[in-house]
């Protein structure tokens, strides 16, 4: 892997979360993932039993990378030894995400995330029904 200097005069960023990366000089590998359930109800109820991972079975599935066939041709010609840039602003990099100045050798990045609204029915609970209590 090529190695160049990374400057920047600044970087300023609001928010880097879920398994996210900023990186400023050279790296090797970065490798990010992220298994998220997104639950949007109405209430602010926590119930006995939510939502686990073995509930859903794109969890478990093996990711399909695509497969390569053609040749990949690459030249460089690096004039100058250096990245510069000025000042960086970054409103959120967040979910697996990589925002970087510099070079990486490899990167993998990974997010899995079930979204489930639970809506409520003329004002009642939006409990699901496999947890919901025998009265």
């Given at each position: ?88 602003y970054i409103n959120a990099i ?37 947890t919901k209590k025998e009265e």
């Amino acid at each position: 892997m090529f190695q160049r200097t990374s400057k920047a005069k600044s970087v300023e960023s609001n928010s880097i979360v879920f398994s996210s990366t900023l990186q400023i000089g050279d790296c090797s590998y970065i490798d990010g993932t992220v298994h998220a359930l997104a639950v949007q109800r109405r209430s602010e109820i926590l119930y006995e039993r939510d939502d686990e991972f073995s509930d859903y079975e794109i969890f478990s599935r093996p990711l399909a990378l695509p497969i390569i066939t053609e040749p990949i041709q690459m030249r460089f010609n690096h004039l100058c030894p250096f990245i510069e840039t000025g000042h960086i602003y970054i409103n959120a990099i967040s979910t697996s995400s990589v925002a970087g100045l510099g070079n990486v050798g490899h990167i993998r990045m990974k997010s899995k995330i079930h979204h489930t609204r639970q809506l409520t029915d003329n004002g009642k609970s939006t409990q699901p029904d496999s947890t919901k209590k025998e009265e």
